[in-house]
């Protein structure tokens, strides 16, 4: 008896798990949206640890960006210190919630990625490290949509130890 | 042990500007020291600004933030005299927080 209760209780944990596992998968659409909203607090690990600037885009937000002159750098021509190279940017687009820096010859190319919430305003001024001559890639998310600004930032000394 | 984070939020009627300071190595993992040992990644990976309860902004960094990082940002709805409380947490799980004055 008490073998057919267990397997009972059993049966009825499993069924429950299936239909969680189930929700989950209902939507493969939704699939990555929860983890996005719950990356609105969490630290996104992963993207931090992508090497290329694309790949770190695509853990960080799911989706491509695509160039708009509304996103405004200021990053200087020449670096003399690779150690600190300040960066900062500005837009006008509406809604922006997320800021994000990025550097493509970085051993990792994510630098820091930063929420906008609403009454917040769409500009960030910080100072990041680069390891060599590269790219300075800016990702804007705004609307739901992503948008870059690109400059190439010379380094005459790499912060990263190079 | 004074704090490692430096704030300066001004009020300007409408909008708060704010410029933090904060005292951290900001390893990458990626550089050697003077031996030729690795030293390993110890940087700070969240920075968060929180006024009235709510967020106002937040900071994830990676190892590719310069040293003693610096940020500024701007938000509205605050005002001269409020309170604005800053915590980072590093990827040793070291944690410090301070609140700053909105002058």
Redesign the interface.
């Known amino acids: 008896m008490t073998d057919v209760g267990f397997s009972a209780t059993r049966r009825l944990i499993l069924q429950g798990a299936g239909a969680v596992a189930l929700l989950g998968l209902g939507h493969p659409l939704f699939g990555l949206t929860p983890a996005l909203a719950a990356a609105n607090d969490k630290y996104p690990e992963a993207a931090f640890k992508a090497k290329s600037e694309a790949d770190a885009i695509k853990a960080l937000y799911g989706k491509t960006a695509e160039p708009s002159d509304k996103v405004k750098m200021d990053a200087p021509e020449i670096a003399e210190n690779g150690a600190v190279v300040p960066i900062s940017v500005t837009t006008t687009l509406a809604d922006v919630t997320s800021i994000s820096f990025l550097v493509s010859e970085n051993p990792v190319a994510l630098v820091a990625s930063y929420k906008i919430p609403a009454g917040t305003l769409p500009s960030v001024a910080n100072r990041i490290k680069m390891a060599r001559t590269s790219n300075v890639i800016v990702v804007v998310e705004a609307g739901g949509k992503l948008y870059s600004a690109n400059k190439e930032v010379k380094v005459t000394v790499g912060g990263c130890g190079g | 042990m004074a704090s490692t984070i430096r704030v300066r939020a001004t009020s300007s009627g409408e909008?708060t500007e704010v410029q933090a300071l904060i005292q951290h190595p900001?390893d990458?993992g990626?550089?050697?020291d003077a031996k030729g040992e690795i030293i390993p990644p110890h940087f700070i990976?969240?920075l968060t600004f929180e006024y009235d309860g709510?967020?106002?902004?937040?900071?994830?960094?990676?190892?590719?933030?310069?040293?003693d990082?610096?940020?500024?940002?701007?938000?509205?709805?605050a005002k001269k005299g409020d309170e604005l409380k800053i915590s980072w947490v590093d990827n040793k799980g070291a944690t410090d927080t301070t609140t700053a004055k909105i002058q």
């Open positions: 909008t900001m990458s990626f550089v050697k990976q969240q709510k967020n106002v902004f937040t900071a994830d960094w990676g190892g590719g933030v310069s040293k990082p610096y940020v500024k940002f701007v938000f509205k709805g």
